[in-house]
Nanobody, 127 residues
Framework: QVQLVESGGGLVQAGGSLRLSCAAS????????MGWFRQAPGKEREFVAA????????YYADPVKGRFTISRDNAKNTVYLQMNSLKSEDTAVYYC????????????????????WGQGTQVTVSS
């Protein structure tokens, strides 16, 4: 059974930092695109960041560019999201995602492109 398990969420003051981790089990994702989405209360789920199978390509949503960094460790089957300079508008449940098929040269921002989802981890930024 494939599982994506997020950790690292919590409560932080505005301007602070958090590092989210997502550990995959049940299969390797070393050749697959992975990423993060988030959903704030009362809002639709939105793309945050994606990373190619070897980490050579990354893509970020405009609201997080320059503040968030996605990375991965294929030996650990884990993807990370370093979040700096957090703002109250970053408050959301953050979901780790992975594609089933081998990654190509394009990083999708559509949630429909990602077949595997974690259960989510809450990030709350207090102002």
């Amino acid at each position: 059974q494939v599982q994506l398990v997020e950790s690292g969420g919590g409560l932080v003051q505005a301007g602070g930092s958090l590092r989210l981790s997502c550990a995959a089990s049940g299969r390797t994702f070393s050749t697959n695109t992975m990423g993060w989405f988030r959903q704030a209360p009362g809002k639709e789920r939105e793309f945050v960041a994606a990373i190619s199978w070897n980490g050579g390509m990354t893509y970020y949503a405009d609201p997080v560019k320059g503040r968030f960094t996605i990375s991965r460790d294929n030996a650990k089957n884990t993807v990370y999201l370093q979040m700096n300079s957090l703002k109250s508008e970053d408050t959301a449940v953050y979901y780790c995602v992975a594609q089933r098929s081998q990654g190509g040269s394009y990083l999708s921002t559509s949630e429909w492109s990602y077949e595997y989802w974690g259960q989510g981890t809450q990030v709350t930024v207090s102002s």
